[in-house]
């Protein structure tokens, strides 16, 4: 086991965090959600998706379910807190609607083979409405689960109850993902959520003899009161318990975007240095444990699907984070979620009340989105390989874009210089390779091709890179 009090962050200078301190976007799309526009069209998105039956692609479908029972004060997800489960029906009705005027324009020949199911608290639902709303996504999808297909499902362990996750296995979820974020009990006072280990891996251990072939775990570093040293005895116990995949993320703190991070005490936040001793403390105690690191945020062991992907060139990184399903068009599903097919990406309406209003009118709740031109689809290539790989080959990407990379990217280049000169990233003639201090600062790297990212934007649309 690696000593906390010895990790390789003591090689980042305090200069070199404060030049790279920066905000901007977590790349899980590109152009990212801030380039969404309300002048995108429910037109434009169903001319998208006739579109992509041309092209046949199989399809990922996410379905957003908002409610929880408790606010954890550091969340920025769209949900809504209400112990009320009569809501749950309410929302059910609607999302059948939606699923069956989104069912109506895709193909049924196109198989379903990824599936997620995120919050809020997917488990709000009982036993009979995750039975009625799996059955309503099969009606109108051609949903294959089996070995080659990868359907997953958010728990929160606090509200998983007995059966639940037979239950769910029984639907054909063979993924499940449990948030943990931090089992030291002065952080979990400070964000407002209690949660023992020994729940936890209860359901961990509940979920392995149920069959499910993977589990993973989320963490998040940069809470209140956290630090190296006490994040490290996290990883300790998680590590026991070896989940195949690990998503390690970054807390955003953004009072003035989600009301409930105002309840968090600012004093109380580690310092970028100190989040960036925990970052590269994580990377190499899971590194030294077996965990290969997939990128940004992401850890899995070197047999799981993650890790396969990423060895096979694969890899594919969206709005669920990353993906082994590269070549899927993904249709968003609930209020708030998020789609991507081949030429467009499109979310729907945020709220309850405008969400509904839509359904109840026959209408998609589609409310803005963006089409990509032949730039950005370029410029998404470049980004999602050095976020998924690590590496970008030039000559490949010149011979599939016709371009001449050292030409079309010059100022991107010479942002890139100066990364290559701290040590961060290669530019040989051929490739541009992150180095293992670089995987530290992918978002600053990929921005130096983001032609969106502008200084005016930063600070209030993205979180602090670290």
Same mark, same amino acid.
């Given at each position: 086991?690696?000593?906390?009090?010895?990790?390789?962050?003591?090689?980042?200078?305090?200069?070199?965090?404060?030049?790279?301190?920066?905000?901007?976007?977590?790349?899980?799309?590109?152009?990212?959600?801030?380039?969404?526009?309300?002048?995108?069209?429910?037109?434009?998105?169903?001319?998208?998706?006739?579109?992509?039956?041309?092209?046949?692609?199989?399809?990922?479908?996410?379905?957003?379910?908002?409610?929880?029972?408790?606010?954890?004060?550091?969340?920025?997800?769209?949900?809504?807190?209400?112990?009320?489960?009569?809501?749950?029906?309410?929302?059910?009705?609607?999302?059948?609607?939606?699923?069956?005027?989104?069912?109506?324009?895709?193909?049924?020949?196109?198989?379903?083979?990824?599936?997620?199911?995120?919050?809020?608290?997917?488990?709000?639902?009982?036993?009979?409405?995750?039975?009625?709303?799996?059955?309503?996504? !099969?009606?109108?999808?051609?949903?294959?689960?089996?070995? $080659?297909?990868?359907?997953?499902?958010?728990? $929160?362990?606090?509200?998983?109850?007995?059966?639940?996750?037979?239950?769910?296995?029984?639907?054909?979820?063979?993924?499940?993902?449990?948030?943990?974020?931090?089992?030291?009990?002065?952080?979990?006072?400070?964000?407002?959520?209690?949660?023992?280990?020994?729940?936890?891996?209860?359901?961990?251990? !509940?979920?392995?003899?149920?069959?499910?072939?993977?589990?993973?775990?989320?963490?998040?570093?940069?809470?209140?009161?956290?630090?190296?040293?006490?994040?490290?005895?996290?990883?300790?116990?998680?590590?026991?318990?070896?989940?195949?995949?690990?998503?390690?993320?970054?807390?955003?703190? *953004?009072?003035?975007?989600?009301?409930?991070?105002?309840?968090?005490?600012?004093?109380?936040?580690?310092?970028?240095?100190?989040?960036?001793?925990?970052?590269?403390?994580?990377?190499?105690?899971?590194?030294?444990?077996?965990?290969?690191?997939?990128?940004?945020?992401?850890?899995?062991?070197?047999?799981?699907?993650?890790?396969?992907?990423?060895?096979?060139?694969?890899?594919?990184?969206?709005?669920?984070?990353?993906?082994?399903?590269?070549?899927?068009?993904?249709?968003?599903?609930?209020?708030?979620?998020?789609?991507?097919? !081949?030429?467009?990406?499109?979310?729907?309406?945020?709220?309850?009340?405008?969400?509904?209003?839509?359904?109840?009118?026959?209408? *998609?709740?589609?409310?803005?989105?963006?089409?990509?031109?032949?730039?950005?689809?370029?410029?998404?290539?470049?980004?999602?390989?050095?976020?998924?790989?690590?590496?970008?080959?030039?000559?490949?990407?010149?011979?599939?874009?016709?371009?001449?990379?050292?030409?079309?990217?010059?100022?991107?280049?010479?942002?890139?210089?100066?990364?290559?000169?701290?040590?961060?990233? !290669?530019?040989?003639?051929?490739?541009?390779?992150?180095?293992?201090?670089?995987?530290?600062?992918?978002?600053?790297?990929?921005?130096?091709?983001?032609?969106?990212?502008?200084?005016?934007?930063?600070?209030?649309?993205?979180?602090?890179?670290?």
């Amino acid at each position: 086991m690696v000593d906390a009090a010895t990790s390789q962050a003591s090689l980042f200078s305090p200069e070199l965090i404060a030049k790279y301190d920066l905000a901007g976007p977590r790349y899980t799309s590109y152009p990212t959600a801030a380039q969404f526009s309300d002048g995108y069209t429910v037109a434009d998105y169903t001319a998208a998706a006739t579109a992509s039956n041309r092209a046949g692609a199989e399809l990922s479908l996410y379905v957003h379910i908002p409610f929880c029972s408790t606010v954890c004060f550091y969340c920025g997800c769209n949900k809504v807190i209400t112990k009320n489960r009569a809501h749950a029906a309410n929302y059910l009705m609607r999302l059948g609607e939606e699923i069956r005027l989104q069912g109506e324009l895709y193909d049924d020949t196109r198989a379903v083979r990824q599936m997620h199911w995120g919050g809020g608290t997917p488990t709000f639902l009982d036993h009979a409405q995750t039975e009625q709303l799996m059955g309503l996504l !099969e009606a109108h999808f051609r949903c294959e689960s089996g070995p $080659d297909s990868e359907f997953s499902i958010e728990i $929160d362990p606090r509200a998983c109850q007995p059966g639940t996750l037979g239950h769910l296995r029984s639907l054909g979820f063979n993924r499940v993902s449990f948030g943990v974020q931090d089992f030291d009990p002065k952080v979990q006072v400070a964000v407002n959520r209690l949660q023992s280990q020994a729940i936890t891996f209860g359901a961990i251990q !509940e979920a392995r003899d149920q069959g499910f072939g993977s589990v993973s775990l989320d963490l998040i570093y940069g809470l209140p009161c956290q630090t190296r040293a006490s994040f490290a005895r996290t990883l300790s116990e998680v590590i026991a318990i070896r989940p195949e995949r690990l998503s390690v993320f970054n807390y955003a703190h *953004l009072p003035h975007l989600f009301k409930s991070q105002n309840r968090i005490d600012a004093s109380t936040l580690p310092s970028p240095a100190e989040k960036l001793a925990i970052l590269d403390y994580t990377i190499e105690v899971l590194g030294v444990a077996g965990y290969q690191y997939i990128g940004m945020d992401h850890f899995a062991l070197p047999h799981d699907e993650l890790a396969r992907a990423q060895r096979a060139g694969t890899l594919h990184r969206n709005f669920q984070g990353y993906s082994t399903h590269a070549g899927c068009d993904l249709v968003g599903l609930g209020v708030s979620s998020i789609g991507m097919l !081949e030429g467009s990406y499109h979310q729907n309406l945020k709220t309850l009340p405008e969400y509904y209003a839509a359904l109840d009118d026959g209408r *998609l709740p589609v409310t803005r989105g963006v089409l990509l031109d032949d730039d950005d689809r370029l410029r998404r290539h470049v980004i999602m390989r050095l976020v998924c790989a690590q590496d970008l080959d030039i000559a490949a990407t010149e011979a599939r874009f016709g371009i001449d990379f050292r030409s079309y990217f010059a100022a991107s280049l010479a942002r890139l210089a100066g990364m290559a000169e701290d040590g961060l990233v !290669e530019i040989l003639p051929g490739v541009i390779r992150v180095r293992d201090a670089g995987r530290m600062f992918l978002r600053q790297i990929c921005m130096c091709f983001d032609r969106y990212v502008g200084a005016a934007e930063q600070g209030t649309r993205f979180s602090r890179a670290i």
